[in-house]
């Protein structure tokens, strides 16, 4: 069984939604990424989401845009992405997914990249730029025992969220609303309807939604949708806003207390 299904299904036996917290890995400085995300992983992450830089990530608002170019400014490689997975995976059992553009991990080598992040202690793979039809060609003759996660969208019809659950692995990511990540001020009747849908369809998998998700008020709405949620924008907003060690320890607080009070 997958390591990361079946930790997300703990979570939910206890009561809980799993919330995975988005970073972009080198961020702001190459020094004190790793601080910080200790300081998400201790204040209530479940799962650490380590975002690889890349000049164009079409899937991401310009928040998250914002904080690659920083990261590739310092010169942050897939290297040091591998060198953080190591040091944050030795000291935590919480998942850490990886998640990154087609371009970058082609150019590093498809098989030593797959190899690389599992040795490093990762435990999963998102390439929003590898749809379901092309997802045997990108991983034919991949050997690993990363979970390789597929996203929906508001446009998938039926037979293709089943699809897609069949060929994912650990979590489908549901993506809340059509476009880039970003911090929505509310959701429309439409968003709520599909993400129902959505979530009617998903047998293999846990499911999880990203994009918008800001503040406690909407894992509170969507945690009858979903077995968790993913929060990015909002957190790489509030350190490029200043934020020191105990404000974003405060927020991902209280994000992970929605999680908490509303699981079932």
Known sequence: MSYIKNYIENLNKNSRKALSIFLTAGFPSKNNFIEIARTVLTSGADILELGIPFSDPLADGPIIQTSSTIALKNNTTIKDVFYYTEKLSNSTNKPIILMGYANPIIRYNKNNFMKDAENAGAKGLIIPDVPLEEYDYFF??????????????????????????????????????????????????????????????????????????????????????????????????????????????????ELSTACEMHGN
Do not use: H, W
């Open 140 to 253: 034919n003759g991949c050997d690993t025992n990363l979970d390789i996660i597929l996203l929906t969208t508001p446009t998938s019809s039926n037979e293709r969220i089943k699809l897609i659950d069949e060929k994912s692995r650990g979590f489908v990511y549901c993506v809340s609303v059509t476009g880039t990540t970003g911090i929505k001020d509310y959701f429309t009747k439409e968003t709520y309807e599909n993400l129902k849908r959505t979530y009617s369809l998903i047998k293999k998998n846990k499911m999880m939604i990203g994009f918008g998700i800001s503040k406690a008020d909407d894992i509170i709405n969507f945690s009858q949708y979903c077995d968790g949620v993913i929060v990015g924008s909002k957190i790489i907003k509030s350190i490029l806003d200043g934020y020191n060690y105990e404000e974003i320890g405060n927020l991902i607080s």
